[in-house]
């Protein structure tokens, strides 16, 4: 059978191991994806999820932090104590050193102290620091651990650069075949982001007009009103650039740009991303001079709270890290050649709000002269958060007697109104995903690759450039220098939807 359209299949038995288990990805996310996953019933039947940290947890001790974690991360509407312990039960806690060759031999016993270990499917989370990766993944085989039928999820940062990259998955993929490798990128588990596949692709009316003759430039927006909180080192050694537009907004990207596959399968999305991304225009240093802005958070104020610098929630001042970026760039190919893509980020911003929005060109005739009222092109917006949906912004002649009088009014379209059902977060769906050994919304190692080789040369210019980030006050919309970005080519930023 056509690897590709293998149907995925949940194992009856798996042991669903988090490196980290006591960390913030864990208890914010992890966690209380598979407790809703398994209030659904969606887990397998014989299933454990071992929590790997340096804490000196024991199995209690470990059930009594996730039980808090669950009482915060979850609905209440969603906590009933009977499936809360139910939960908690299946969970055990192995303090363990990743480092230490010898604290593995109690791994290697956990994960055989089951009936019937070799019939168990194991995933392997790992979300520690990168830095963890390969001497994990060692570690895994030395042990014996690793079978066919074994999956590591690998969480970003993968790498800092194209060449550290290239080092963890040189590490990684000594131990576990490509097949076998999940590199998360959690908006990919979005509904409205595979909703974008099905918009696209499902229905007719929008792929014709999906191109460079009709489509006047497209603008991908996330915007956060969090600060680092308490990731500072990491963020640090990261910037916008590296947390942000290398992963998450260049997957975006890439689904607003891939052309159609043939159909949805394990490989076929990703070949398509990956030509986007191949396709990207190189940026020299002048276009980095010319198309980039950098932007640092000053203290301000969000949602009427005051809030502190970066610099203060660093602890101190001679970081040049960005925490916020716009850029332009464009998809050198037949379908989008001459569409400009404006992608920005920020932190502090004056509003949480993550959009896609494609701008459609002015009717090449107007046929309704001295028409009162207002026009604008049309617009589709595809809200990823925090509502998930979309909005398509048209004209229509103002109810009336009077003549025409045009008005912009918009289709609306509320996954949670339309579908009345609770949304599950991004990472409910991926490491069901995982689960089954469905990689589809997952990034294959080229794909990771392509997006540092873009990215690679805007790093290197802004590192050789002695400007730094330009400032923005916490809440707003950031540096003036990134709506000149549009300007100048007499255009503006759209006003998120929500
Ligand atoms: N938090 C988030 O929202 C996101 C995080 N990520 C990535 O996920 C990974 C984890 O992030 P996050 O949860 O925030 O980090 P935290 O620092 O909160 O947690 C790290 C976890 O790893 C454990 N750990 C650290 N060193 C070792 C070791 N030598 N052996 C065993 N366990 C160890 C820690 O426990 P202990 O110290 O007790 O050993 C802790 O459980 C990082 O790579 C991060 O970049 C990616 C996207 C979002
Ligand atoms: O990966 C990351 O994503 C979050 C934003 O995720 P969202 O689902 O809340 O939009 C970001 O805050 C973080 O810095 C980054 O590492």
Redesign the pocket.
Known sequence: MDQNITPHVLPTACDFTV????????L??LLPALYHRDLEGQLPADYRILG????DLDDAGWRAEVRTALGVHVDAADLYDGAVDRFLARLFHLN????APEDWDRFHALLKDRPHPEEAVRVFYL????K?FGSICQRLDEIGVVDEHARVVL???IGHDLASAREVNDAVGRVFAEPQIFRIDHYLGKESVQNLLVTRFANTFLEPLWNSRWVDHVEITVSETVGVGG?GE?YDNAGALRDMVQNHLLQLLCLVAMEPPTYVGRETVRDEKVKVLQALRPMAAEDVDRDTVRGRYDAGLVDGVAVPSYADDLGHGGSRTETFVALKTEVQNWRWAGVPFYLRTGKRMDRRASEIVVVFKEPPHSMFPGAEGTTAPNRLHILVQPDEGMRLHLTAKEPGPGGYRLRPVSLDLSYATAFDARLPDAYERLLMDVIKGNPTLFMRRDEVEAAWTWTEPILRRWAATPERPKRYPAGTAGPTSAAMLLERDGRTWTEPDQ
């Open positions: 490196f980290g288990g006591t960390g913030d990805l864990a914010r996310k790997v940290s340096r804490s363990l050193d990743a480092e979300a520690v620091a990168p963890l969480e970003k940062p990731r990491y």
